[in-house]
């Protein structure tokens, strides 16, 4: 009877072992490339302040405060270095 217990836990033990080799080999299946892509001059009006920066998967968004109290959006393609669009707010008078 103990000669079957053990045999038990050997084979349930075994099995984690195994189911844990292969999942950890198929995460590491995947690669990813962590190319850079190098600098991005942003034109930023003179007294101007970044407010917030919000990255979004490959989107990332700079909130600028400028001086005069109104804001500007820029939005970012992080993985290809580009600036996607621009957002002004202005004041509704």
């Known amino acids: ?3 079957l ?3 038990i836990l050997a084979v349930i033990i075994s099995t984690i072992i195994y189911r844990a ?3 950890g080999d198929r995460g590491s ?3 990813y490339s962590a190319q850079g ?5 942003l034109d930023v009006p003179r007294g101007a302040k970044v407010g917030d920066v919000t990255l979004n998967g490959s989107r990332m968004s700079i909130v600028i405060n400028r001086s005069d109290g109104g804001e500007k959006i820029v939005i ?3 993985r290809g ?3 996607i669009g621009r957002i002004k707010l202005k ?3």
């Open 1 to 3: 009877m103990s000669t």
């Open 29 to 31: 299946s995947k690669t």
């Open 76 to 78: 970012f393609d992080v």
């Open 37 to 41: 892509f190098g600098t991005i001059d």
């Open 81 to 83: 270095g580009t600036v």
């Open 21 to 23: 080799v292969k999942l």
């Open 5 to 7: 217990i053990v045999v």
């Open 91 to 93: 004041e509704n008078k």
